[in-house]
């Protein structure tokens, strides 16, 4: 082989590692029953495969061969460890990743995904193990890279995903995709995960540190992944969510990196691929008519998406939407979302009553965006006296620097 | 596999007034005949309630003994199951169904397969 074709081989290598990485040791993770050992049998295959493609050249199907590479090194490896320790125990463990395994035929490589992602959301691992897991696993993030964007210590973290490792092989986690009947319940941890994810790169994103890693990205990466493999109506509404709210993300902050409220926003920085694409998905979940909370979420960004200007929004659709979300998933936090909606429809005053009400029941006390609402609404009606308060008592519970600095413009431009 | 099942709740079937005990028993009853059935019932028992539990520490080569049970909680461990399962996701569909869990909860603890 020519110098050049060599070069390009290894080209290739490094492509297919960015490419099917997680792929590959999604279906190492099954074939050899550990993470740890499917790791390692990983990087094994490619240093194999940047040793022997530029020589013998790119199989046809570089997938299947990395798999089999990975796991013919486990199994060696497991050999050789042979000299350590009982000899039963290495026959026993040979046998358990050769026999079970039927010869690799690459089908069923995307449930190989799916059962990773439903393996590092399970339940049964605590919360922030199962976002630290799936972005370490999943996606392939390094542990440094997943600290960082938590602003969490690496030690911190990494001991984070030993330990779900160690109950995962302790406590049997099962490396499966769940049956019908335990899937809603499996798939709420899922996209919880998924959500909590874009959350963090969502509302850091105004933060002060530009090398954060992009994890509303990786979320949406995700949802794309979830939608491909299980286009479950949840799974599509979260994606169009994801999308939706990614669209404004150039709006949201002024150069200067202040605040810029939906109603102020230049809307002609909003992303109008992912509009389509989240409006879209959106029609798609609702026509299944087994939506969720997700799904009317994603269904009221669409409708401000879809908004000209913000005098143009349809107040009333919006409020109808919030009515059928809180059914579906009662909670201060959508009442006090639909009020200031009720608001934008009715009037200051009646979304005023509606804030005060909940307010007065002792829900939300504590929680700034219902103190800054009822600032706001108050501030509309003239009444300064109670608008002043209230944008103090929002100022006093706001812990992000940006969204502190807007409250304090706005009491300062009350008139006395 | 092997799963302990420990039934923990704020009442054990004493503390019941008779009727509900009974009904409760029952209900017990129709699960163990169940997992018998599915094969995945290994062992159970029922405990009698926490005054009548003992504590024994040695220390120092010298045993003492204390009134009621080791950890002073609401929840009290009424009884437990011993079950096979394939894996966790099995062992928690058991699990849910012990009537135990629909008012107290239930801890599922892998068993070490230790020689």
Known sequence: ?416 | MKFLCLICAEKVMEQMPEADAEKHFEEYREFTKEIRRSGHFIGCNRLLPPRAATTVRVRQGKASTTDGPYAETKEQLGGYYVIEARDLDEAIQVASRIPGAWIGCVEVRPIAEDE
């Open chain 1, 1 to 416: 082989m020519s110098e050049d074709q060599a070069a390009r081989a290894r080209e290739m290598a490094d492509a297919i590692y960015r490419a099917e990485s997680r792929r590959v040791f999604a279906t190492l993770v099954r074939l050899l029953g550990d993470f740890d050992l499917a790791e390692e049998a990983l990087h094994d295959a490619f240093r194999a495969a940047l040793e022997q493609w530029p020589r013998d050249g790119v199989p046809a199907n570089p997938r299947a061969w990395l798999v089999s590479a990975g796991r013919f090194k486990a199994i060696n490896g497991i050999r050789r460890r042979a000299r350590f320790v009982a000899i039963e125990d290495v026959a026993e463990q040979v046998d358990a990743v050769a026999d079970d395994t039927p010869p690799w035929d690459g089908e069923g490589i995307e449930d190989d995904r799916l059962r990773l992602v439903f393996t590092c959301c399970h339940p049964a691992l605590p919360p922030d193990a199962q976002v630290a897991l799936t972005l370490r696993e999943v996606c392939g993030l390094t542990t440094e890279e997943i600290a960082q964007a938590f602003l969490s210590a690496a030690p911190t973290l990494a001991q984070r995903i030993v330990r779900a490792k160690a109950k995962i092989r302790d406590a049997r986690i099962p490396y499966q995709v769940p049956t019908p009947a335990e899937l809603p319940q499996r798939l709420d941890s899922v996209l919880r995960v998924v959500y909590l994810v874009f959350n963090e790169g969502y509302s850091a994103s105004s933060g002060q540190s530009v090398t954060r890693l992009d994890l509303s990205g990786e979320a949406i990466r995700l949802g794309r992944l979830l939608v491909e493999l299980l286009p479950e109506p949840e799974a599509i509404g979260l994606l169009a969510l994801m999308l939706l709210q990614e669209s404004r993300r150039a709006a949201r902050t002024s150069p200067a990196g202040e605040l810029v409220l939906l109603a102020d926003q230049d809307r002609s920085l909003w992303n109008r691929d992912q509009i389509t694409a989240g409006s879209a998905l959106v029609e798609r979940a609702l026509a299944s008519r087994r939506f969720g909370p997700y799904t009317l979420q994603a269904a009221i960004a669409a409708v401000h998406a879809e908004a000209a200007s913000a005098d143009a929004t349809d107040w009333g659709q919006i409020v109808g939407l919030y009515d059928v979300l809180l059914r579906a998933d009662p909670s201060p936090v959508v009442e006090l979302n639909r009020a200031v909606a009720v608001a934008m429809r009715d009037g200051p005053a009646a979304g005023l009553v509606l804030i005060d009400a909940i307010l007065a029941r002792g829900d939300l006390q504590d929680y700034h965006l219902a103190h800054a609402a009822q600032a706001d609404l108050c501030r509309r009606l003239g009444r300064t006296v109670q608008a002043r308060a209230a944008y103090e008592r929002a100022i006093a519970l706001t812990r992000q620097e940006p969204e502190r600095r807007f409250l304090e413009r706005r009491l300062s431009e009350l008139s006395d």
